[in-house]
């Protein structure tokens, strides 16, 4: 087992863990809904992953997340440092990484080095992030699973211009209640989140190449949203979910 | 019932001194506390004692300073050079709002001035002051009544309606000095149109003070100034050396003199005294953090609130803030001062301040700064509540990475209003930052 170090990303809505071996395979992994004590749940967590990948207890742990500095890793590093590691380790390309989480969304910049050259953040607000979908998901009664379904069939998109969660929901109400039909809603929601992540990145160089993490990602609605945003393609990275614990499982290498 | 201008004496020149002397001997008598052995700062500065001493005696002055002097209240760009030529004491809201910043107390007097309809949108200083008037309540003890207030445009516009307001309350007359905004170098019609308001200014001064100008009084001022102009400069570039022997932390709070009794002989010896301290410590290699890897730029204002957090988690990860464009405007004046001639002095040197000039004045500034002081990264501080400093902050990230190869972050926060700012979140960013150096 030479080698193998563990990744944790405690997250504002889900809780990720790496198993990576020497080679920089991922061993084994695991996505669950954050629990309010995160050291209890990693603790868990944690246990399991040794148990089915045999990993001794020694084997160092690095942590990223919003509760990485609770979770007694050997290393805690923000997550815009291991959503670029693990971005690189992936795709060994520089280029330009959205993350959309929970509770942030985050435009970096990834050199030809594998280093951060440069990143932004939504600030003081979660406008702009995966809560902001799924509290809005939640008052229109979709599932993540019916969003792609339904945005494909949206014969027109509906303009939701707030820029606040809160003020958003209340619009979306306003608009169900005019009788619009859900799939223009939802469609209309994703573009406008699009473009406040656009917004983040800036105006990017013709030759640049744009990859996303994150829960978000695994929605092909809001990637081909983004990708219009944006003007060019953009590519998932295998498990977009698990970038940052990768990238802290690389942390401590 | 002893006059009140006799109390005043009593406490300038008994009182006051007497007080320290009890504290400082109190401070001998208690065992010292150093630092904690884990801190990742070096030894404290040992002239915070005196800086403590030199501003509890301003506002204990000031609490019996109306009656017995004319007292001003002025914004921190005014030239008070003139008013103290006519034995007019100061007192600057601003930064009495700053102390009620660190002390965290904004939110209470901030809510006071939101409940009559000041927007949040105002700055967090207007709001803090204004707030602490209506609630007649300060962490300083008493505010002394003004019987002038004195706004000079030069920072903001937002001075002249806050002022504007605080006339209307107090019942008090205000001037205004209006310093138009320059491109470049000003004009000379721009410095004769500020001379011009400055010699109104001193008939106004007059009439309220009942005093006249004495010119070899004022020029007396305008030298104490320019000396202790040049005596903070000094002190700031100190930090040129590495490893620097303060943090712009503490920069922050060693400005308070200039700010508030700049022209007077105690600003000039306090600085002096520093100005030894800070060269016994370049001298010895004892730095402002025990391990300075990199260092810093900040830009903007402190946010007040956050200084103890935000300067340790920096210290924690060897990085220092080692020149900061807010501390280094009052040095910065000097260049323009001319001692003996008070009058277009003022004019220049006051209308030439960082935030009334162009964006590329200011980034010359910043790249100067940046290879004065070899830093390796700027701290743009993106302030809710000051607009004209935070404008154009974006391109002057841009430029400053073109230019000087210098990497910044851009940090939105708040001067003095904590609900503005979001700990956690700008943590997150600082220490992102920190981790793209390493």
Redesign the interface.
């Known amino acids: 087992m030479s080698g193998v170090t563990l990744g944790v990303d405690a997250g504002s809505t889900t809780w990720k863990g790496v198993v990576l071996d020497g080679a920089g395979e991922i061993l084994d992994s695991v996505v669950v809904a954050s629990e309010p004590l995160v050291e209890q749940q990693t603790r868990v967590e944690l246990a399991k992953l040794r148990e089915a990948t045999c990993a001794p207890r020694e084997t160092p742990v690095g942590a990223t997340g919003y509760g990485r500095k609770r979770v007694g890793a050997d290393r805690a590093i923000t997550e815009i440092t291991c959503h670029a590691r693990g971005a690189f380790h992936l795709t060994a390309k520089a280029g330009v990484l959205v993350d959309m989480g929970g509770q942030d969304s985050k435009v970096i910049r990834i050199g030809a080095d594998g280093t951060v050259a440069d990143f932004s953040m939504n600030d003081k607000c979660a406008a702009g992030t995966g809560r902001f979908l799924e509290v809005l998901l939640g008052r229109l009664k979709v599932g993540w699973d019916q969003v792609p379904g339904l945005v494909d069939s949206a014969e027109s998109s509906v303009s939701v211009s707030s820029t606040c969660t809160v003020f958003a929901e209340s619009e979306v109400i306003s608009l169900m209640a005019e009788g619009e039909p859900v799939p223009g809603i939802l469609k209309g929601l994703h573009l406008s989140l699009a473009s406040r992540v656009a917004a983040l990145a800036g105006i990017l160089p013709d030759d640049i190449e744009v990859f996303m993490s994150g829960g978000v990602a695994l929605g092909s609605a809001m990637v081909n949203a983004l990708a219009k945003e944006l003007g060019r393609p953009v590519t998932v990275l295998a498990e977009p979910q698990l970038v940052g614990a990768l990238g802290a499982a690389l942390s401590v290498r | 019932m002893i006059p009140r201008r006799v109390q005043y004496e009593l406490i300038k020149h008994v009182g006051g001194p007497l007080l320290m002397e009890l504290q400082g001997l109190s401070k001998r008598l208690r065992p010292r506390r150093g630092p904690r052995p884990d801190s990742p700062f070096g030894p404290p500065l040992e002239s915070i004692g005196k800086l403590k001493d030199l501003m509890t005696r301003h506002y204990l002055e000031g609490r019996y300073a109306d009656g017995a002097v004319p007292v001003a209240w002025v914004t921190s760009g005014f030239p008070v050079e003139l008013l103290r030529t006519l034995g007019f004491h100061s007192v600057y809201p601003e930064n009495h709002a700053a102390l009620c910043g660190v002390q965290r107390l904004t939110p209470e007097y901030s809510a006071a001035a939101e409940r009559l309809g000041y927007s949040r949108s105002l700055c967090s200083y207007a709001r803090t002051d204004i707030g602490a008037v209506l609630l007649d309540k300060t962490p300083a003890g008493r505010l002394p009544r003004p019987d002038l207030l004195a706004c000079c445009t030069n920072i903001c516009q937002t001075v002249l309606y806050w002022y504007r307001c605080l006339a209307d309350h107090l019942k008090v007359p205000l001037v205004l000095i209006d310093t138009p905004f320059v491109y470049g170098d000003s004009a000379a019609h721009h410095q004769q149109y500020v001379a011009d308001q400055l010699e109104e200014l001193l008939s106004t001064a007059e009439r309220i003070s009942g005093r006249r100008v004495e010119p070899e009084k004022l020029l007396e001022v305008a030298r104490l100034s320019y000396e202790g102009t040049l005596l903070w400069g000094e002190c700031l570039a100190e930090s040129t050396h590495r490893p620097a022997p303060w943090t712009g932390f503490d920069g922050f709070f060693h400005i308070a003199p200039i700010v508030t009794l700049r022209g007077s002989t105690e600003c000039n010896a306090y600085y002096r005294h520093l100005l030894d301290e800070l060269r016994y410590r370049v001298k010895r290699g004892i730095g402002g953090i025990k391990e300075e890897r990199y260092r810093l730029l900040w830009d903007n204002l402190p946010i007040w609130f956050n200084v103890r957090e935000m300067s340790t988690l920096l210290a924690e990860s060897r990085f220092n803030i080692v020149v900061t464009t807010y501390t280094n405007a009052w040095a910065e004046a000097g260049k323009r001062m001319d001692p003996t001639d008070p009058i277009n002095s003022a004019a220049r040197s006051y209308t030439h301040v960082i935030l009334n000039e162009d964006l590329d004045r200011r980034l010359d500034l910043m790249s100067r700064l940046a290879r004065d002081y070899q830093v390796d990264g700027a701290l743009l501080h993106s302030d809710r509540s000051c607009k004209p400093y935070s404008i154009g902050q974006v391109d002057l990230r841009d430029k400053l990475a073109e230019r000087a190869g210098i990497?910044s972050l851009?940090l939105?926060a708040d001067h003095n209003d904590p609900r503005?700012?979001?700990t956690?979140?700008g943590n997150?960013?600082i220490?992102?930052f920190m981790?793209?150096f390493v």
């Open positions: 990497k851009l939105e503005a700012y979001s956690e979140q997150t960013r220490q992102a981790e793209s």
